[in-house]
């Protein structure tokens, strides 16, 4: 790419690019962050999660006996690990996908290579769980995070093909005002 082609990209884009460029490597760095934990700093950091939510829709946990915490917490930490990996991946979805749409690509090609980038991730995730003291590498995680990716992914491509659809058809009634404006003007000469 010559630097004539850079110059006359419009500043916005590339503004957009470096935001989800950022945004995709925050959110990977969060994803490594949380995975480099290991087994019980994980188990604990849920928990509290756990806590926070119950504790925000009902009232009556804090009344309940530490027994009856504890229960309620371990029935659902499963839940919400799995909820937290497909909705965290789902935002790695959003971001690259987002990212890619700033490109002139193809519906197909934005999406496999966001669904290729985001599953590639997911793997080395888990991959990397499988060093970390308690952890281990599942594939149920895996494909929990490819689905969360493909939601995220699905979504904003939906919004840009929608966007772009608006645009093509805005053109063409532009283009039919206008060829009616110029058959006016020649009609009155």
Do not use: W
């Not at 849920?46 to 804090?62: E, F, M, Q, W």
């Amino acid at each position: 790419m010559t630097g004539n082609n850079l110059t006359k990209r419009p500043k916005h884009i590339i503004c957009l690019r470096v935001l989800f460029a950022i945004l995709i490597l925050a959110i990977a760095t969060f994803i490594f962050y949380m995975s480099a934990q290991d087994a019980a700093t994980s188990s604990k950091t849920s928990s509290g999660v756990i806590v926070k939510i119950i504790s925000a829709l009902d009232n009556s946990y804090k009344f309940k006996s530490p027994q009856e915490q504890k229960i309620l917490i371990r029935s659902l930490q499963k839940i919400v690990r799995k909820s937290a990996h497909f909705c965290i991946y789902g935002l790695l979805g959003v971001f690259s996908a987002s990212f890619l749409a700033t490109f002139k690509l193809r519906f197909v090609g934005r999406f496999l290579i966001s669904q290729g980038f985001c599953s590639l991730y997911a793997v080395s995730d888990e991959l990397h769980q499988r060093f970390v003291a308690g952890r281990n590498c599942e594939v149920r995680d895996m494909l929990i995070d490819s689905g969360g990716c493909f939601c995220g992914i699905i979504v904003i491509l939906f919004f840009v093909y929608l966007t772009e659809r608006r645009k093509e058809v805005n053109s063409v009634m532009r283009k039919k005002e206008l060829l009616k404006q110029n058959q006016s003007l020649a009609d009155k000469l």
